[in-house]
């Protein structure tokens, strides 16, 4: 069992910047691959990026490339997500995921979920 619990979740403004962190329970951390995903009002959760147990293999959505970058650091197992160059249409809540491996996350093979941190961007 993983259990995911994002933070650094809030207000921006459209060209800002912000850094997600999902802190990770257990010993397992780095058997995991990790990813983001976010979920719009009124929209489908969407993969925004995902990260191979060792950090050496990223992916990332057409929408962020660019302006976001996954990391991780597995001794303090942790997931980032850098959002630079924000746009209001990144306005969502994000959440944390963890699966196999980082193409599965990023086609939605996730076997553990966090409870999502909110991010707003304003004009």
């Known amino acids: 069992q993983v259990q995911l619990v994002e933070s650094g979740g809030g207000l921006a403004q459209a060209g800002g910047s912000l850094r997600l962190s999902c802190a990770a329970s257990?010993?397992?951390?780095?058997?995991?691959?990790m990813g983001w995903f976010r979920q719009a009002p009124g929209k489908e959760r969407d993969f925004v990026a995902a990260i191979s147990p060792r950090g050496g293999t990223t992916y990332y959505a057409d929408s962020v490339k660019g302006r976001f970058t996954i990391s991780r650091d597995n001794a303090k197992n942790t997931v980032y997500l850098q959002m630079n160059s924000l746009k209001p249409e990144d306005t969502a809540v994000y959440y944390c995921a963890a699966g196999f491996t980082a193409a599965a996350v990023a086609s939605y093979g996730v076997a553990y979920w966090g409870k999502g941190t909110p991010v707003t961007v304003s004009s």
């Open positions: 257990g010993r397992t951390f780095m058997n995991y691959a």
